[in-house]
């Protein structure tokens, strides 16, 4: 493990002092201004949402397999992947993090595609890397689906994924909404493609890949795990259905097939996406196309003309280099932003407000999606994190769009109140049993399906979350819902999920600095006291985890490794929450915080914004991980904000 970064020695608790009356005010001048200036004329915010080159690599596989792929595409998606690599020949899933051997598996084939000479040496780093870590054998599954998409995996060596899946009832363990919806959108077309196997031309070969083990290794064996296990039956169960699959019964597979794409269509979104995010994205034109849509079919051709809406150009001295987001979040950073500059003291008739409120109203969703499978009953509303998924509204965004809209000071209009009531409404309705909240739908925690072999990349379920159900219970409380049930049993279970250290876990940000910056402010606004005994643990843990310069950070390592938890390089968005938390109880006057205000006074650009190289946003702990561009604007203008207010008495 690398070195670790050194923690603050600081005075005792009890010493007091003289804090100077303009610390951070230049700071917090800068920073707003530099926020509004970023806000589109329509009245969003949109930081790019930066991931890792399998978006890119996956997207010259995509076009390849269409039959799509032009030669500029290439040169300048090329660019972006070789520019990532790193001086041992990988490329990481986040910034200074380890090699990732699908990641780099997937962007050497890419640059191969592009052309890239096997034995230069950026390829020939790679491949050696690769090589002593265990090849294509050792790659995850979803990198040998794309391998075996083009004839350089075996179907058979994979594991089976029925359509048939599409046909369980809700109440049938492992149908389509025991998934995350992530999951179940990935899942149902990856169905169509294993079951009718497909091999396109790739037009190059990558047998040099290739360690020399058994191929059949690489599937998930039973070797060491329990004979009463459910890892055991569903090896066993595998290897049922990859016998089915070669004698289906015809009658049962075609209504499956023909219910997939029914249920495939359906959900395509108004900009031609699935779910705004790349994985079903991508995987649903193919098998859509697998089954016989041309592409020129209105599903296909507006899929495709979506994914230029997701793509970034940037002209650089040794070309262009283009990139693929996975997602986009302008409604997630419009209604984080209009906080932030609320915190800074603009007023709540500002123009640029006024437009955010428009536009958040405008996002509203009134429509039923999957969430509705386990809440038929509930009134839809709520809010979305893309443009474009009106299928899956989320509970984070929309408590996050309600304090938003309560803190600018927009809820007299009728409209807007309107809005504010019905996503209230939807927001306590997608409470799970257990008293949390999960990011897209309630009670989605049967744990089953991530025992399947097929599962080995990333989260399938959706269980609730200390940071989701801490945002909950803030927009409750702030909302005048304080003393409801819903917000009652939210609190007792963030009480439960405190971690022994005294932190709290961050399913959506990296990683325990996220999860505590988001429980304290919420418990401290459902009405603990601030000497409680859990806010005090939560203190301890963040001032033992404060770093020399002042700042805090925690590297994404955290997620696999405990010796990571709370410690990494201090970046600005991570000193912002630890201080957001610290500052909601009333420790403005203590050595930490202004610690704390002079990192970020230090480190903050000419022009007010922040670098912030880091990635300390997660999609899948462990396994997929996000920097997003706007987290290093808004929350350090969030922890000013508030920071003078307690300086000022205000």
Known sequence: MAEQPEVLDRPEETEQITTSPARGENALAAARDHLLSLQHANGWWKGELQTNVTMDAEDLLLRQFLGIRTEPETIEAANWIRSQQRSDGTWATFH???????TTVEAYIGLKLAGDDVDAAHMAGARQWILDHGGLENTRVFTRIWLALFGEWSWQDLPAMPPELILLPSWVPLNVADWGCWARQTVVPLTVLCSLQPQRDLGIGVAELRSGRNPGSAQPGSAGVPLLSWERFFHGLDRVLHGYERFPVRSVRQHAMRRAAEWIVARQEADGSWGGIQPPWVYSLMALNVLGYPLDHPVLREGLAGLERFLIREQTSTGVLRRLEACQSPVWDTVLSMQALSDAGVPSDHP??????EFVCSEEIGVR???????????PSGWAFEFDNDGYPDIDDTAEALLALNRVGASELPEVQGAIERGRRWLKGMQSRDGGWAAFDADNTRQLVTKLPFCDF???IDP???????????????LGNGHDTAVRRGVQWLLTHQESDGSWFGRWGANHIYGTGAAVPALVRAGLDRDHLALMRAVRWLEEHQNADGGWGEDLRSYQEPGWIGRGVSTPSQTAWALLALLALDRHDTAPVRSGIDYLEAVQRPDGGWDEPQFTGTGFPGDFYINYHLYRQIFPLNALGRYRRAVDGR
Not at 352 to 357: E, G, I, K, W
Not at 369 to 376: E, H, I, K, L, M
């Open 96 to 102: 200074d993090g380890p090699g990732d051997l699908s």
């Open 464 to 478: 609730p979350s200390a940071d989701v159900t801490a945002h909950a219970v803030e927009a409750l409380c702030v």
């Open 369 to 379: 999606g999957d969430w509705a499978v386990r809440r038929p009953e509930l009134p």
């Open 352 to 357: 640029a407000l006024r437009r955010s409120v």
């Open 458 to 460: 990333g989260a399938v």
